[in-house]
């Protein structure tokens, strides 16, 4: 599936010579800032919830506000999002203006385990992992890994700071990627509903510097 964020268009002529809290990044190393959407009736009960296009629930709406303060306080050279009504609405309850739509950031596509727990799932296979395994008439790991690594291409080619709204899954497969390894490490990485996260890089090298942060931290 083609890369279909709005800003891939413009990646060729793209001037990183933008501000990022009041610097300038022709030479600093792109940031990359995560935000999971908040709760949904789903997402509460641990049902596998991929192109479902569910709202938030009172919960999550009160807690996507709740992250406004904490990004008011980061200028973004961009915001892209997942197109599904979770994710729009946590950037728009989050005070996010100038939001882009990216196919690429909705979460991996479960096939036959959409609306299904990973309890239930296992009953019948008590091995399988969705960061292994992939899922029935869904996506594999492979075609996920495919999918971020579109859209790590896409910030790094850009620069500067961007913010990308999205899903557990996505996302935990898109940090694993970042720092160079097999989206099975997203395993490792839990990340809650309405939660922050910051990638960047050290001396060269891609790192996660925020990890499950709770807006008020």
Request: aromatic letters at 6%; hydrophobic letters at 40%; glycine letters at 8%.
């Amino acid at each position: 599936m083609p890369a279909t964020c709005l800003a891939t268009s413009r990646c060729a002529t793209a001037e990183k010579q933008v501000a990022v809290s009041g610097h300038e990044t022709a030479e600093t190393a792109p940031e990359v800032w995560l935000i999971r959407h908040g709760e949904t009736e789903w997402s509460l009960s641990g049902q596998h919830t991929g192109v479902t296009d569910l709202p938030l629930t009172a919960a999550g709406e009160e807690k996507a506000r709740a992250m406004a303060p904490l990004l008011a306080h980061a200028a973004f050279d961009r915001v892209l999002s997942s197109p599904l009504q979770r994710a729009r609405r946590t950037a728009e309850l989050a005070g996010l203006a100038d939001v882009e739509s990216c196919d690429d950031l909705v979460e991996w596509r479960y096939g036959d385990y959409e609306g299904i727990t990973t309890v239930d799932i296992r009953e019948q296979r008590p091995d399988w992992s969705v960061w292994t395994d992939g899922a029935p008439h869904g996506e594999s790991p492979g075609d996920v890994s495919a999918r971020v690594d579109r859209v790590i291409e896409l910030c790094q080619s850009l620069g500067g700071r961007s913010l990308l709204v999205a899903h557990g899954h996505v996302l935990r497969s898109l940090a694993a990627r970042w720092v160079e390894q097999p989206i099975a490490l997203g395993a490792h990485l839990p990340l809650g509903t309405a939660r922050v996260c910051v990638l960047g890089y050290d001396r060269g090298t891609p790192t996660i510097d925020r990890w499950n942060g709770a807006a008020q931290t």
